[in-house]
Each structure stands twice: as C-alpha cells, then as structure tokens.
C-alpha cells in the first residue's frame, strides 16, 4: 500500500480577504454559516483531498486500435494529505508568521477581488516577504529557491452584487502569470474550495518534476 503524500501549504494575504474562512471550508466541507464569527485566524488545517491527476495522453506507439479508449482514460485520483498552516497579517504578527516558513511545499497567496489593495499587496508586500524569508533548500541540493506560489481569488461572490469593478477571473490569471506564480484559482462564489487545493497539489507535483530533473539531468 503506497503511503499518502503530505504536503506543507501556508497561507499569506491582507486581513480581512478570507483566508480563514477558506480554511474553515475546507475542514467542514461546506462554508461557514452566514453570521458566524470567524476568527483571526484558525489552527494548522490536516485534511485528507483526492487530487484528480490532468490528463496527460500516452506514448503514440503506431497502434491505433483501442487509441481511442486509452485517451479517454484519466489518471486514478490520489489520496493526499494537506497541512495548511494559516497566518495574520496584523502587524504584531510580522516577526511571528515567517516561523511558517519553515520547509513549505506550497505558498497560496490570496486576495480578494473586490479590494484593489489586497491584489496590490500581493506584488508589493507579500511576494517580497516570500522571498526573503521563505525560500527552502531544494531536496539533494546546495542551493536554495523559493517554493511554488499559487495565487488564489477570494470573495467572488461579490462580482455579481457590486458595480465597483471587481477584478475578473481573466484578470487574476493575468495578474498571477505576471507575476510568476505557479497556478491560479478561485474559491467560487458558492464557497467551493475545491479547485483552490487542487491548484496547490498539481503547483507541488510540478515542482517535484523540477527538482528531480536539477538532481538527475546532466548538462552536457
């Protein structure tokens, strides 16, 4: 039996765009009841997620009999086993939230898309706070590198309730691919956090792929 994988994700972004509630979602399954107090903060959020693998097409190996069956295939779905870890962005909390840092797999950055401010921090503050101090040693390496980033949308509920010209879908994936985040996603305006997290494990299988070709490739 093949043991889960489990992945470090620690959450960073202004006060007030709903980190934690994403995070109370994803524990309960189902968001926070409209009236509820939510927290500054939660605790370190364990859950268990099935990743569902993007299809990649098999080998062409000049047989096209069956062809069409194998591509219709999709990968088995993975059991992985999150550690989210969320922080605050009050100012107390500056020289406590980078001990976090330490060994993540994953950064989720978020915003809300009906606070311009927020989107901006992310370029202008939480970024460069990300690559100062939470750059980890890459496995077998001497050299250190900041881990994946995937910037996540929040409050989208809000774009069909206001006429202050919130920040479209098409602008967050603008933004995070300016940016050089590694993934893009949005809770929906239901509360769904599923695609968020799925984002994060595809951010990190990816980044495995990286690290295991600066370990093996050799270059000629």
Known sequence: MRRERTIKCVVVGNSGVGKTHMLLTLQRGSPPAKGETI??????????????PQYLPSVDRGDSSGADDSRS???????????????????????????????????????????????????????PELRKLGRKRMRGGATESLCPVVLVGLRTETREKSLFGE????????????????????VTPDGDVT??????????????????????????
């Open 39 to 52: 927290p500054a903060m939660c605790e370190i959020q364990k859950s268990n997620i099935e990743w569902r």
């Open 195 to 220: 695609d968020v997290f799925q984002a994060v494990v595809e951010a990190y299988m990816k980044n495995l792929k990286v690290e295991s070709c600066t370990k093996t490739c050799v270059v000629m």
């Open 73 to 127: 295939q999709s990968p088995a779905p993975q059991k992985i086993a999150l550690e989210v870890f969320d922080t605050c962005a009050r100012p107390q909390y500056a020289r406590l939230r980078p001990l976090t840092y330490f060994d993540v797999d994953v950064f989720l950055v978020a915003f809300s898309v009906n606070d311009p401010d927020s989107m901006q921090n992310v370029e202008k503050l939480w970024l």
């Open 167 to 186: 920040a479209a879908e098409e602008d967050g994936r603008a933004f995070a691919d300016k940016l050089g985040c590694q993934g893009y996603s949005e």
